[in-house]
Antibody
């Protein structure tokens, strides 16, 4: 049974960079051919796919965020990460990490990131 | 992007009654080589991450009660809760994984 846990600052200043890490336990991030994904949800709103990375290093991201987002993966630590630059209040949301496998079968509990000065 | 549109946005159903949620995609999510529908359904309760109920439009996850069922193909899909229970109060989302993933806007299910 996989367990995913997000970590990172809960408060980021406008124009700065949001950085989050997802730590995977209970299995290897390198097994299978799954995408390792970030999804966000503003308070009271729906789900927005941010993007994903494969352990090969291939990535894809939401076109609306493409110029600001980068992903990385560290298989030795069983972690993958998200960096979102030049944040504004519109980036305030609960950020989830998830495993892509015919949709998303494992999710972290989510971490609230607030963009505010 | 493939746009996913759910209806209704919310519905109130009596305990034991049927709840039906529609999801329409702006283009087909059937992959021609395997004839599979790249469509999943999720349930999200307050303060929790979404939980996948169904993948491939109609394949129920292990442990999901059989009162939940998914149907449809191409661009039109339905999630049915055959006999609504109190614990089914939640927001339900459809999601396509045929292309760059996109979610429907969600349907809130409440008890009447």
């Amino acid at each position: 049974q996989l367990h995913l846990q997000e970590s990172g600052p809960g408060l980021v200043k406008p124009s700065q960079t949001l950085s989050l890490t997802c730590t995977v336990s209970g299995g290897s991030i390198s097994s299978g051919y799954n995408s390792w994904t970030w999804i966000r949800q503003p308070a009271g709103k729906g789900l927005e796919w941010v993007g994903h990375i494969f352990t090969s290093g291939n990535t894809n991201s939401n076109p609306s965020l493409k110029t600001r987002v980068t992903f990385s993966v560290d298989t030795s630590k069983n972690q993958f990460s998200l960096r979102l630059s030049s944040v504004t209040a519109a980036d305030t949301a609960v950020y989830y990490c998830a495993r892509g496998n015919s949709g998303y079968d494992y999710w972290g509990q989510g971490t609230l990131v607030t963009v505010s000065s | 992007d493939i746009v996913m549109t759910q209806s209704p946005d919310s519905l109130a159903v009596s305990l034991g009654a049927r709840a039906t949620i529609s999801c329409k995609s702006s283009q087909s999510v059937v992959f021609s080589s395997n004839k599979k529908n790249y469509l999943a359904w999720y349930q999200q309760k307050p303060g929790q991450p979404p939980k996948r109920l169904i993948s491939w439009a109609s394949t129920r996850e292990s442990g999901v009660p059989d009162r939940f069922s998914g149907s449809g193909s191409g661009t039109d899909f339905t999630l049915t809760i055959s006999s609504l229970q109190a614990e089914d109060v939640a927001v339900y989302y459809c999601q396509q994984y045929y292309d760059t993933p996109t979610f429907g806007q969600g349907t809130k299910v409440e008890i009447k």
